[in-house]
């Protein structure tokens, strides 16, 4: 949901779409820029959001995988705008570096200081897989885990999308099974903390991140129907982003509906 109109704004727009859940950035995602929170904004936010879960999004500039003063303190400003906020939980890239050895240890490291810092929960999210990003396959999250000290505020944002894209045909059932059973191994139980829920413009293993609407991309509905209804998962939240094109919003939120049985109806949005 943008916030670039106001928290009143967007409110409103949560509540025409009937969100039980929804993630923002809090500040300008393309800029370096530094923002500050007026008292009145933090009031009016933690007043109209504090009955809906609410996950940030860390913006697209930093590059923890690089590790530079300037990523890791822009990451800690949005924590911080964050907790401000009232906001515990933000979603993370790890970025890209070509020598990936030292981009999982400089991951590590910018998850390590912050929680020497910060009481937050940090949610690593997979990625497509493009030239050097970092946390394309759950084994390279789960080495970056094996480093983290506090594993109790780290968990694992799962990318429908992003899978699909680097190469986990999540189209088969039995791949989708795998791999939830495998992050249980891998990672430990209850360590998915979140869905993306995002259908994918480009094709299986393309490394290519295009988003697109429910069940008119290359993944497809059943697929969304599966994964709505794991009972494995069906606890958590899960988050579209899903492009913003005229009324796609309303059409992707009706169809993910339609999508679950009336037993987890309550417990996803």
Request: net charge negative; proline share 0%; no cysteine.
């Given at each position: 949901m943008s916030v670039s109109k106001g928290f009143e704004k967007t409110y409103k727009e949560t509540e025409k779409l009937g969100c039980q859940c929804i993630q923002i950035f809090v500040k300008n995602p393309r800029s370096w820029k530094r923002k500050k929170l007026k008292s009145e904004e933090i009031v009016t936010f933690r007043k109209l959001f504090s009955s809906l879960p609410v996950f940030s999004h860390l913006s697209y500039l930093p590059n923890l995988a690089k590790g530079s003063f300037k990523d890791i303190s822009a990451f800690f400003e949005e924590i911080e705008l964050s907790l401000e906020l009232g906001i515990d939980c933000i979603v993370v890239h790890c970025g890209s570096?070509?020598?990936?050895?030292?981009?999982?240890?400089?991951?590590?490291?910018?998850?390590?200081?912050?929680?020497?810092?910060?009481?937050?929960?940090?949610?690593?999210?997979?990625?497509?897989?493009?030239?050097?990003?970092?946390?394309?396959?759950?084994?390279?999250?789960?080495?970056?885990?094996d480093k983290v000290i506090k594993k109790e505020y780290v968990k694992v944002c799962l990318d429908t999308a992003h899978l699909f894209q680097a190469g986990i045909d999540i189209r088969r059932?039995?791949?989708?099974?795998?791999?939830?059973?495998?992050?249980?191994?891998?990672?430990?139980?209850?360590?998915?903390?979140?869905?993306?829920?995002?259908?994918?413009?480009?094709?299986?293993?393309?490394?290519?991140d295009r988003h697109w609407h429910i069940g008119r991309g290359k993944i497809g509905q059943e697929t969304f129907r599966w994964i709505l209804n794991d009972p494995r998962i069906n606890d958590l939240c899960a988050v579209l982003e899903t492009p913003e094109m005229g009324k796609m919003d309303h059409e992707n939120m009706k169809m993910v509906r339609s999508l679950l049985l009336p037993l987890v109806s309550h417990s996803l949005s």
């Open positions: 570096r070509s020598d990936k050895e030292e981009g999982l240890i400089q991951v590590a490291n910018a998850l390590n200081e912050a929680l020497k810092v910060f009481r937050i929960n940090i949610l690593i999210e997979n990625s497509a897989g493009y030239k050097n990003s970092i946390g394309a396959t759950l084994e390279e999250i789960a080495r970056i885990f059932f039995e791949v989708w099974d795998r791999l939830i059973e495998y992050s249980n191994q891998i990672l430990g139980k209850g360590k998915i903390g979140l869905i993306h829920l995002n259908d994918s413009k480009t094709d299986l293993g393309s490394r290519v």
